[in-house]
């Protein structure tokens, strides 16, 4: 969300690791992958509408989220 310590971090430093974890592993083993890249912002309403069909494949709740009125505290972004 705008105004938070991630995305000022991310502003001052767009070089970003993040890691998916794999939610079927059992406990005590891990099974992940490592993301490394440069964080930009997604601006332009159709990239946005490309990022949330993407998103909704795994998580379909950011469809309700896309809907919901604080939408615009949101921000999505690209990994390269």
């Given amino acids: 969300r705008k105004g938070t310590k991630k995305v000022s971090h991310i ?3 767009p070089k970003v690791t993040f ?3 794999d ?3 059992a406990q005590g083993e891990f099974k992940y992958l490592s993301v490394v890249g440069e964080a930009s912002a997604i601006k332009c309403e159709k990239g946005l509408e490309n ?3 993407v998103i909704s494949t795994k998580f379909p709740r950011i469809n309700e989220i896309s809907q919901s009125e604080d939408f ?3 921000i999505i972004y690209k990994i390269k």
């Fill in 19 to 21: 890691y998916i974890e």
């Fill in 11 to 13: 502003e001052i430093n």
């Fill in 72 to 74: 615009d505290q949101w």
């Fill in 51 to 53: 990022a949330i069909k």
């Fill in 23 to 25: 939610a079927g592993t």
